[in-house]
């Protein structure tokens, strides 16, 4: 798959900068409505929530709600909560995947499971889940509605598939991308969609804003699975290995066992199926991801994804709205965390 590399104009490195500043007065509003909305009577479901939404998290997908408002000109205010009810989906699907994954690190502190236990994480992502749908139907929209509840639904599918392909080490490339396509990048389309659906615009328009968010979306999703296998833990809030220890099949294992030799190929069926995961394993992991250079045509898969995301919004005037997004998806490529 070749990839057109995207440039900045001012050859420096992306950033979010710009997509912050565009969204930093929309985003007091959000994360207003999250505050509140995360209270409950129950002392516990505000402190771990509190835990997992104060860590640090960089709050992408409701800027792109945001982002998209922007875009289109939306003068309004009812993205403000559907934004929150994005955040809170994400928060959730994080909640149960620490779990499903026994993770131990989230944004460089301790997953909430391991301070609360897995039945309280998981029951609070419940909470979460529920409060996303109370301000969703709020809203009023029945189109905003079927958007958010489909993308929940695709989400919670991505997580099953990529739960029955743990271990395997046949899946294949395509398989790898529908996954990361339902368990990343339908939120990332849904979130970007819905500021189209409460502007009114067109369904060229809409469609645009859902193919930025799809490609960008997968784009971030193959970074982070990039980043896995070539940062530390400081950089990335998680352990390093994480992907490897729990027998996922990511690109970068993908593409380094396709391209190994029969003695590698024998050292991957092991690892995966979690019979070699020592921090000797891990090294050797990498040694042979970077020889079969899976980290660099991973990145290379990303930069496609994301002049794809470029190129669905160069239907839009040009504007600092279109340019913090066009940022964005570089940024998305570049980052190591």
Request: charge should be negative; proline fraction near 3%.
């Amino acid at each position: 798959m070749s990839a057109e590399v995207v440039q900045l104009p001012r050859g420096k490195r992306p950033t979010l900068d710009p997509m912050l500043s565009l969204t930093a007065p929309g985003m007091n509003s959000v994360n207003t409505v999250i505050l509140e909305r995360m209270q409950s009577e129950i002392p516990l479901i505000p402190r771990l929530a509190g835990h997992l939404i104060s860590g640090g998290g960089k709050r992408l997908r409701p800027m792109l709600t945001l982002a998209g408002a922007e875009l289109v000109g939306y003068q309004g205010d009812r993205h403000h909560k559907l934004a929150a009810a994005v955040e809170f989906i994400h928060t959730a699907t994080l909640l149960h995947d620490d779990v499903v994954d026994g993770s131990e690190l989230r944004r460089g502190k301790a997953a909430a499971n391991i301070i609360f236990g897995n039945p309280a994480t998981v029951l609070v992502g419940d909470f979460l889940f529920s409060r996303a749908f109370e301000l969703m139907t709020e809203d009023g929209s029945l189109k905003v509605l079927k958007i958010l509840s489909h993308a929940s639904a695709v989400i919670a599918e991505g997580e099953v598939s990529q739960l029955t392909a743990q271990r395997q080490i046949k899946t294949s490339e395509e398989q790898y991308l529908h996954i990361i396509g339902a368990k990343t990048a339908a939120l990332f389309a849904a979130a970007s969609q819905i500021s189209a659906v409460v502007a009114e615009c067109s369904e060229e328009h809409e469609r645009a804003l859902e193919d930025y968010g799809r490609n960008l979306g997968v784009a971030f999703q193959l970074v982070d699975d990039a980043i896995d296998y070539d940062s530390d833990a400081a950089e990335m809030g998680k352990d390093q290995g994480d992907d490897f220890r729990e027998g996922k099949m990511t690109l970068p294992v993908i593409l380094a066992f396709a391209r190994g030799d029969e003695e590698e190929r024998k050292f991957w069926k092991a690892a995966i199926g979690g019979h070699r995961t020592s921090d000797e394993d891990l090294a050797h992991a990498i040694e042979l991801i970077e020889h079969h250079n899976a980290l660099d045509d991973t990145r290379e898969r990303a930069k496609h994804f994301a002049q794809r995301a470029i190129d669905a919004i160069s239907i839009f005037p040009d504007s600092k709205a279109r340019a913090a997004m066009a940022e964005a998806a570089q940024f998305a490529v570049a980052r190591g965390y």
